[in-house]
């Protein structure tokens, strides 16, 4: 019997470097997924553009695509060519699962949540009818589909694990298709313990999970094996919540000799969590770099934006402690919230002027469905469930007098003066630690990307009036 052909589209602009920078490892567990229980009964191929020609030339039976909300755009208009193809559409990722009325007509089904065993219900449903009938769908949980030209929301799916916290029935990402560079990622959990309101990963993984300590050091080792890594970023969005689990790694870590081999690990975590003890066991390992999201150097500000837990005195404790261990620490900062003043944002320049980063993120805040600032913003009329989701994809500094802004204390000018002035700040920063920081390996593919990205952005610019980053793609591409 003829396998079913599955083609998985991640929804990106190939020509922004942020985007394409690492594997997308969530479309990797999905197709591992199938491939570990279908094995070859489908034949599933991974792509990130050329949607059109690959539609012609692999002939998919399913077609689905994963998107954000700032790309959703791209995915309305990739599941367009698709469906006038005649072919099944199933549409997932972030901005889905938090806005299901968003799923079109040119879309089937849309998978709320995790993906792994809905997918795989999903194909079983196309391989018994050569379709997706709603009569079908209907007892599939951690959907939206449609019927009778209404959209009908099935039950929740319980998430992987949620009994035990355990992510090991998952089998590795399938990175097959994907480029893997020496310096590559993980995803070792799923949640976070935390909920910044700005924040919307822990919106879309409402429990923390985590991979065990002996299935992590085999990832590892396979990256390293098969692939040539020789550096890991945890894209975990707390990696060290789980203390035990860390120690248990470290264990794992130490007998591979990964640190002698010159393997070196970077990660992300709360200031709060940051200690001697642990920066000296994060060392041993050789972890050269840690991230955290510090977001102000204002405690009234920091405290509307991540809640009464984070201090700012924590956070510079933490900047300082990392820094004494040898340990790169990054930081990424927020201007912008509603009632942030001038003032205030002046205290998170002097912040991160005083401390001794490395590299440093300046965004400004931006409602993201599902979280409390996109209510607050819905509720003032900024946003709503129906808009052009490209607006949330304008670059600040680009176009700054387009971009989506919640403040009601700093006018736009103001704002945009300030962000410059902390960007350049955090490039006189990344001057001074380039020499000796890890992301060295990485700047000449960087730069190259950045090259890329600068082109299409003027090209954009000029061929589509100044609108929205996406709009100067090609979607047919």
């Known amino acids: 019997m003829e396998p079913t052909r599955i083609l998985l589209v991640n929804a990106i602009n190939p020509f922004v470097e942020a985007q394409n920078r690492y594997p997308a490892l969530g479309l990797g567990y999905l197709v591992s997924m199938l491939r570990r229980e279908m094995a070859s009964e489908v034949d599933v191929r991974l792509i990130e553009w050329g949607v059109e020609d690959q539609i012609k030339d692999f002939k998919p039976h399913l077609f689905c695509v994963s998107s954000v909300s700032q790309n959703f755009q791209l995915a309305k208009q990739y599941a367009q060519t698709a469906a006038e193809a005649g072919i099944p559409v199933i549409v997932g990722g972030y901005h889905i699962t938090e806005v299901p009325e968003n799923l079109t007509q040119s879309m089937d089904v849309g998978v709320i949540g995790e993906g792994e065993y809905t997918l795989l219900e999903l194909v079983e449903v196309f391989k018994a009818h050569g379709s997706l009938p709603s009569s079908a769908l209907a007892a599939v949980d951690g ?12 039950q929740n799916r319980e998430v992987v694990g949620k009994s035990t916290r355990s992510l090991d029935e998952l ?7 994907m480029r893997v560079r020496p310096h590559s990622n993980m995803l070792t959990s799923r949640g976070c313990p935390y909920t910044c309101s700005f924040c919307a990963s822990t919106r879309f993984w409402p429990n923390i999970r985590y991979f065990s300590p002996e299935v992590m050091i085999s990832e590892i080792k396979h990256l390293r094996d098969t692939y040539g890594v020789r550096y890991i970023t945890f894209h975990d969005d707390l990696f060290i919540a789980n203390v035990k689990r860390l120690e248990a790694l470290h264990e794992l870590v130490m007998s591979e000799g990964l640190p002698q081999q010159g393997f070196r690990f970077s990660c992300a975590s709360s200031a709060t969590r940051i200690t001697d003890d642990m920066a000296r066991m994060l060392k041993e390992m050789n972890f050269v770099s840690v991230s955290m999201g510090l977001e102000s150097g204002n405690q009234e500000v920091l405290t509307r934006l991540k809640g009464k837990a984070f201090k700012v005195d924590i956070n510079q404790s933490a900047v300082e402690t990392l820094n004494r261990h040898g340990i790169h620490p990054h930081g990424s900062f927020i201007i912008g919230e509603r009632e942030e003043t001038l003032e205030q944002m002046q205290e998170t320049y002097d912040f991160i002027k005083g401390m001794p980063l490395s590299l440093v993120n300046i965004y400004v805040l931006t409602p993201m469905p599902g979280t409390p600032v996109w209510h607050e913003a819905k509720a003032r009329g900024l946003v709503s469930d129906d808009m052009d989701w490209d607006q ?29 002035k902390m960007k350049r700040l955090r490039l006189l920063k990344y001057a001074k630690a ?28 000029v061929f589509s009036g100044r609108g929205t980053i996406n709009q100067g793609l090609d979607r047919r591409a």
């Open 143 to 154: 959907i939206v589909y449609w019927e009778a030209g209404e959209r009908v929301q099935t």
């Open 171 to 177: 089998p590795m990402p399938d990175r097959d298709m």
């Open 392 to 420: 949330l994809n304008i670059s600040f500094e680009l176009d700054w007098q387009r971009v989506i802004l919640v403040s009601e204390a700093v006018d736009r000018r103001d704002l945009h003066r300030m962000y410059l």
């Open 434 to 461: 380039v020499a000796g920081h890890p992301f060295q390996m990485d700047l000449v593919d960087y730069a190259k990307a950045k090259v890329v990205e600068r082109a299409y952005r003027l090209k954009s610019r």
